[in-house]
Each structure stands twice: as C-alpha cells, then as structure tokens.
C-alpha cells in the first residue's frame, strides 16, 4: 500500500528532509508503508549534488544544500513539491527505469489538462514548447520548463522526487541559472493560462499514479 498525505500551509525544508529521511526509514525496516507525500515550501533555492556555484546568481531566498541529484531549483508558494518515498528493493533496483517513471507520471498528469508535457535529452525535467515565444539564436525552438526531477536513493529506498508549477511567482527563479540550463525558461499552468489549482493537479497525480507505480504484491 502507498500512502498519501497532503500537508498543511507551508512546510520547513529541513523539517522536510528530517521526515522523510525518518520516513524512509521505516519503510527500510518493514515499520511503514510507501508515501507520497504533497507539500508546499516557503520561497527558497536547493542545491542539489551537481549544483554549480556561478549558478547562483542571487541568493533572495535561503539555500539549502541537499543530497538529490541535480544542480539548483526553486521550491515557493504556487508549486506542488512531491516527495516520492518509495521501495525499489521492491519495484526493480533500475534508477534510469525509476526516473523515467517519474516523468511519465508528470507528463500523464499533464495531459489531464491537454497539456503535452516533453522531455528532452541533457535536460531533466519536463518541458513545455513554446511556439508562441521567440526562437533561440540557433533558430530551435523555445521551451519552458515545468517540472524539475531530482531524487535521492537510501538502501534502494527513495526520497525528495518532482515539483511541479501550479502558480508560483516565476521572478523568483531569476536568482538562479535552474538546474543549470541556459537560454529555456519556466513556466506554471496558470502561465500557459489554464484555469488549474493545487487540488486540480493532486488529483491529476493521483489519478495517473498506478499507471506510473503499480501497487506492489502483497
């Protein structure tokens, strides 16, 4: 069974990263089932293991060093963060299988508001393309992101996960270079002017979960 929790206001991150590390735990040892767990974070930047320092730009908002994969990304009021504790002991220890289960269930999500969410090669993450923007210099197309990856494994046991952008205040990823990419930039659903909340998109997610994450066997 996989549980979810859906928490109130706006959660700490270190307050975060001591529950799920506790959490993954648990699951470890056999004394919890999975979660997933949907939060909303005060205005702040993380560092991920790849996070380059000229990539900061502005430090507005504290900064958190963490150990998810991935350079620096923005978490704020308006974008759901979805901490994934899942057990890959039991689903396949296939982190590259895991990762691309995790954008399948973003891009799944997306398409409930015809949405066509992609990925792109070099880029994690889910992108949006942009063809009512400009070009790049190169002539391709712009893209905009709209939800960043970045995920942690403890004893094939998995922590930190996606965030996506309902309707954060897209200004304040200007302090940084987002995970490191040049040139695209981000979007939310209100932005791409889809009339969606929070509770819209949880339950997008919910609904596209066991087609991403079969529930396990026993």
Known sequence: MTEWITAPGLTGYAEAVAFMEARA???????????IWLVEHPPLYTAGTSARAQDLLSA???VHETGRGGQYTYHGPGQRVVYVMLDLNRRGRDVRAFVQSLENWVIDA??????????????????????DKAPLPDGSMHE????AIGVKLRRWISFHGISVNV????????????CGIQGHGVTSLVDLGLPVGMADLDAALRAGFARNFPPLAG
């Open 60 to 62: 507005r908002f504290p």
């Open 25 to 35: 735990a648990a699951i470890h040892a056999g004394q919890a089932d999975e979660l």
């Open 144 to 147: 905009d992101k709209i939800a």
């Open 110 to 131: 997306l398409a409930e508001f015809n949405l066509k969410g992609e990925i792109r090669e070099g880029r994690v993450g889910v992108w949006i393309a942009r063809p």
């Open 167 to 178: 309707e954060p205040d897209l200004g304040h990823y200007a302090g940084i270079v987002p």
